[in-house]
C-alpha cells in the first residue's frame, strides 16, 4: 500500500492540503445565491463581536465562542406576523425570513422535519399534579432527533455549494441526522466519532455510506472533525455551527404557534452542549422582537444527566452507569456553549436539574403509562427534569410546562429488552422471597457487608442454612432490582470483597413490608 513508502505518502497528503486550501479559497467568503436577505451578519454570544456572513466561519476569532446568525428585524416584520404565518405551509420553510438560506433548497433538501406535535398530556398532568403539561415529541422527525431541524439547514450549505464531500463530527444522533441529509443532497458524509459510540448508531453510519473516522472521545472527534474539514476544504457539519443553530430554534417558533401565539411559563430542555436550549429561547426572543407575541416570560430549566443525584454543575463531567449508553448526549464533560446556556438560565430566571438514572426509568414509565408515549432514557429526560424540579419546589400547579421529549426509542433495536429488565428494578412493590427479604434485614441491621458476611449471619443468627453461591446470586438478584449496591471493594491478603448496602428503595421496600 501507499503507507510503505513515505515520500509518495507525504506528497499525497500535500496534493490533498493543496486542494482543500485551494477549494477553501475559492468558497470563502462567498454569499450570492446562499444567505437571503434578511440575515445581516455574525454574532458571538460571547463577546458580541460582530462578523461579516461567511458560509465557513463556525466559531469567534477573537474568543472562540460559536457564532450565530443576527437578522433584521424590521425587515422580516414585512412579511412575518401571525396572519401571514396562517396561510403558511407546515414544516422549515413556513419561517423562511428567519434562516439564513433559501428557502426553496430546504424544501428541496426537506425529509419531513420540524412541525412535530404539542402534544397536552392531561392524564400525567393530573398525576404530578400540574394543569397544564405539554410535550413538544421531538422524536417524530426522520431521524428521531430535533437534530434533524439543523441537519436540513446545515447540508443546504454543501448542496448549494454542489460539494462532493462534507464533514461531520460529533456523537451518534447528529451524525446519523447529518449523513442522512447529506446522502439525500448527493453528498459523501465523512463522520468522526468517538470509539466507544453505541454499535447501533455506529451502523446506521456506515449503511448511510458515511466514510467513518473513530477517535478516542467527543472532544477529539470535534477538534479531529475541524482539522479535517479545513484540510479537505469541505463544510463542517456540528451542533454548534451557525447553519444548524438556526434550524434548532424553529422549535420555538412552533411552541409559540401550537400554544396559541404565547409562550410557555416554563420549558424544560435536556442539555448536551447547550445548542438547543440556547437556541429554542433565542427563537422565542424573536418572535417577541416581531411582535408576534407581547411578553416572553418563560423560565427555561436546564436538564443534564449523572449516575447518582450529584450537586455538580453544568459541564463536571458524568459517569457511566445503567442508561449512559443512551444519554451521552446530555452528559457531555464541556459544553462548547456553556457560557450562552448560562447567561439563557439569568435572563430567564431558570435553572439547571440533574437527573440520575432512577429519575430517567421512571420518567419513562410515566409516559408509557399515563400517555403512552415510549420514549428511550435521552427523550424522558426532560421529564425526569420535571419531576426533579417539582420535588425541588420549582413548577407549581398553575405552570404551563412544556417539556421537550428530543429522541425516540426507534435508534435502539434492543431499547424494549432493556427497558423491560430496568423496570423491573424500580416496581413499586417488588415480589421477593423469604431468604431476599432476610438478606435485606441483614444489611439494614449489620450495615454495609460483603455476601459472605451475609451468608455467615444468616446461618448463625437467623437458621438459614444456604449454599454461599446461593447468597451471591440473591444479591445479584436485589441488585438488578435496585435494592442493594456495591459501596465498595474490599482487598485483603490477596482477597477481593465487594461490600453491598441498602439503596434508598431497598430501606423504603422494608419499611412498608414492616412498617
Not at 451502523?203 to 472521545?217: C, E, F, H, R, Y
Request: contains cysteine; positive net charge.
Amino acid at each position: 500500500g501507499i503507507s510503505k513508502y513515505p515520500v509518495i505518502t507525504f506528497i499525497f497528503e500535500l496534493i490533498n492540503s493543496t486542494i482543500g486550501q485551494a477549494r477553501w479559497l475559492i468558497i470563502k467568503d462567498y454569499g450570492d445565491g446562499i444567505f437571503n436577505k434578511f440575515v445581516k451578519h455574525l454574532h458571538c454570544l460571547k463577546c458580541s463581536s460582530i462578523y461579516e456572513l461567511s458560509i465557513n466561519t463556525y466559531f469567534c476569532p477573537r474568543c472562540g465562542f460559536p457564532l450565530v446568525h443576527e437578522y433584521n428585524v424590521e425587515l422580516v416584520k414585512e412579511h412575518i406576523n401571525k396572519e401571514a404565518l396562517l396561510r403558511r405551509t407546515t414544516s422549515l420553510i413556513r419561517y423562511g425570513e428567519l434562516l439564513p438560506v433559501n428557502t426553496e433548497v430546504i424544501k428541496e433538501l426537506s425529509l419531513g422535519e420540524g412541525f412535530t406535535p404539542l402534544i397536552r398530556c392531561r392524564n400525567l398532568g393530573i398525576h404530578l399534579g400540574i394543569k397544564e403539561l405539554y410535550v413538544k415529541y421531538e422524536g417524530l422527525n426522520p431521524t428521531g432527533t430535533f437534530i434533524d431541524r439543523g441537519s436540513v439547514v446545515g447540508i443546504s450549505i454543501p448542496f448549494s455549494l454542489r460539494m462532493p464531500k462534507v464533514v461531520t463530527a460529533g456523537l451518534g444522533d447528529l451524525v446519523v441526522s447529518a449523513s442522512t441529509y447529506a446522502v439525500r443532497a448527493g453528498i459523501k458524509p465523512i463522520a468522526v466519532v468517538p470509539q466507544d459510540l453505541n454499535v447501533n448508531k455506529l451502523n446506521q453510519i456506515k449503511v448511510l455510506g458515511s466514510a467513518v473516522k473513530l477517535v478516542t472521545d467527543y472532544e477529539e472527534a470535534l477538534k479531529k472533525g475541524i482539522e479535517l474539514s479545513r484540510r479537505l476544504g469541505y463544510n463542517l457539519i456540528i451542533n454548534t455551527s451557525p447553519f444548524m443553530l438556526d434550524g434548532f430554534k424553529t422549535e420555538g417558533y412552533e411552541i409559540i404557534e401550537q400554544l396559541g401565539y404565547r409562550a410557555p411559563t416554563k420549558l424544560f430542555v435536556p442539555v448536551g452542549d447547550g445548542a438547543n436550549i440556547v437556541m429554542v429561547y433565542r427563537g422565542m426572543k424573536e418572535f417577541l422582537e416581531l411582535g408576534i407575541i407581547d411578553e416572553l416570560s418563560t423560565k427555561m430549566i436546564a436538564v443534564q444527566h449523572s449516575p447518582k443525584s450529584l450537586p455538580v454543575p453544568i459541564g463536571r463531567a458524568q459517569r457511566r452507569s445503567l442508561v449512559a449508553k443512551y444519554v451521552r448526549e446530555i452528559a457531555i464533560k464541556k459544553p462548547l456553549m456553556h457560557y450562552a446556556v448560562t447567561e439563557v438560565l439569568r435572563e430567564s430566571g431558570g435553572s439547571a436539574v440533574l437527573v440520575n438514572d432512577e429519575d430517567l426509568i421512571n420518567a419513562m414509565k410515566l409516559l408509557a403509562k399515563y400517555e403512552g408515549i415510549i420514549v428511550d432514557p435521552l427523550g424522558a429526560s426532560g421529564l425526569a427534569g420535571l419531576v426533579k424540579a417539582l420535588s425541588e419546589g420549582l413548577v407549581s400547579s398553575d405552570d404551563e410546562v412544556v417539556v421537550l421529549i428530543t429522541a425516540s426509542p426507534i435508534k435502539h433495536p434492543l431499547f424494549l429488552s432493556d427497558l423491560t429488565r430496568a423496570f423491573s428494578r424500580f416496581e413499586e412493590t417488588p415480589l421477593l422471597s423469604e431468604t431476599k427479604l432476610a438478606i435485606l434485614e441483614v444489611i439494614m441491621s449489620k450495615g454495609a457487608l460483603h455476601p459472605y458476611g451475609i451468608w455467615r449471619v444468616l446461618k448463625e443468627s437467623m437458621g438459614i442454612d444456604i449454599k454461599p453461591t446461593t447468597v451471591y446470586q440473591h444479591i445479584r438478584d436485589l441488585e438488578e432490582q435496585g435494592l442493594v449496591i456495591k459501596e465498595r471493594t474490599d482487598v485483603s491478603g490477596g482477597n477481593i470483597r465487594i461490600i453491598y448496602r441498602l439503596t434508598d428503595r431497598g430501606v423504603k421496600v422494608l419499611k412498608s413490608i414492616y412498617g
